[in-house]
């Protein structure tokens, strides 16, 4: 069991500040929501430019949380050919309106 008395101060807003902060390169939902939205920012993007690009391996349930957050994404369906040179039906993702909270 711990000892509560022996554990180290922490410094006032430390933890505040700490916690406000976004890793954008981690793997965490909320960096990967954050690294796609501002790519979206940018142009639009289809299922496998993000997974290479933006190393998102489950892009749907990112968009699906992005819309859930107020920001309005547009899907077209159309094939591309995959780095190894297979075709597949792919999503391009289009940011339309980001919200505002």
Known sequence: ???PSKRKPTGGNQRATKTKQINLTGNSARAQR???LNALKNCPLNTIE???DLD???VAPRVFELRNRGNEILT???YEATDCGKMHRVALYVLVKESQS
């Open 1 to 3: 069991m711990r000892n």
């Open 34 to 36: 954050q690294r796609l």
């Open 50 to 52: 993000i997974r290479r």
């Open 56 to 58: 998102i391996l489950g």
């Open 76 to 78: 077209h369906w159309h």
